[in-house]
């Protein structure tokens, strides 16, 4: 099947720096991705959907200027955290829609640590 | 009220018994229905899609979806220790975005 490929997989970071998680789709072409945080013993919850070329849409309540995303390529997306505090410590998960299959894959995740 | 609901669990069960997951939703615009398996630290992986009422199979797993009632059901037939891990239910609505909701999911230990 299609893979997702997350990285780092586990970083830590002081607070105050910035942190950048990568996402990509290393078989297909992905239009759009997908970014989650999912807190310990919680469900994914959606931070944005970003379309290849154009900005990010965020949800409800995600800081856009904090939490940066960019989708430069059919390939990859990004999420920057900038100015990273300790309640930002949480597994983010990217997803990709395929264009062909029209199928959403998941990552592996991507554990962050602020201390 | 939550757009779905999910039994946390813990749920522990022996090797082989038939383990039965649910969620219900509140959210008339969901559409389509699956079911995700998350082993710890994890990304979740695909386990059933459907977007109609009725049952869907796959091997051991079959999918319920009850529209009318707004209830969604995972059975796991004989169930591995390897079957060990949280499992999800998400929903997506019927427009383009392709945005899945999902459940806070239920954590299931299939015991040797």
């Known amino acids: 099947g299609a893979v997702v490929s997350q990285h780092p997989s586990r970083v830590i970071c002081k607070s105050g720096t910035s942190v950048k998680i990568e996402c990509r789709s290393l078989?297909?072409?992905?239009?759009?991705m997908f970014w989650y945080r999912q807190f310990p013993k919680q469900s994914l919850m959606l931070m944005a959907t970003?379309?290849?070329?154009?900005?990010?849409?965020?949800e409800q309540g995600v800081e856009k200027d904090k939490f940066l995303i960019n989708h430069a390529s059919l390939t990859l997306s990004t999420l920057t955290v900038t100015s990273a505090h300790p309640e930002d410590s949480s597994f983010y998960i990217c997803?990709?829609?395929?264009?062909?299959?029209?199928?959403?894959?998941f990552g592996e995740g991507s554990w962050l640590t602020v201390v | 009220q939550k757009e779905v609901e999910q039994d946390p669990g813990p749920l522990s069960v022996p090797e082989g018994a038939i383990v039965s997951l649910n969620c219900t939703y509140s959210?008339?615009?969901?559409?389509?229905f699956m079911w995700y398996r998350q082993y710890s630290r994890k990304g979740p992986e695909l386990l059933m899609y459907?977007?109609?009422?009725g049952n869907k199979e796959d091997g051991r797993f079959t999918a319920q979806v009850d529209k009318s009632s707004k209830y969604i059901s995972l059975f796991i037939r004989d169930s591995q220790p390897s079957d060990s891990a949280t499992y999800l239910c998400?929903?997506?609505?019927?427009?383009?975005?392709?945005?899945?909701?999902f459940g806070s999911g239920t954590q299931l230990t299939v015991l040797p």
């Open positions: 997803s990709a829609l395929t264009g062909g299959s029209n199928t959403i894959y």
């Open positions: 078989d297909f072409q992905a239009t759009t």
């Open positions: 970003s379309n290849e070329g154009s900005k990010a849409t965020y």
């Open positions: 959210n008339s615009a969901f559409q389509y």
């Open positions: 459907t977007y109609s009422s």
């Open positions: 998400a929903y997506e609505g019927s427009g383009s975005a392709r945005q899945l909701t």
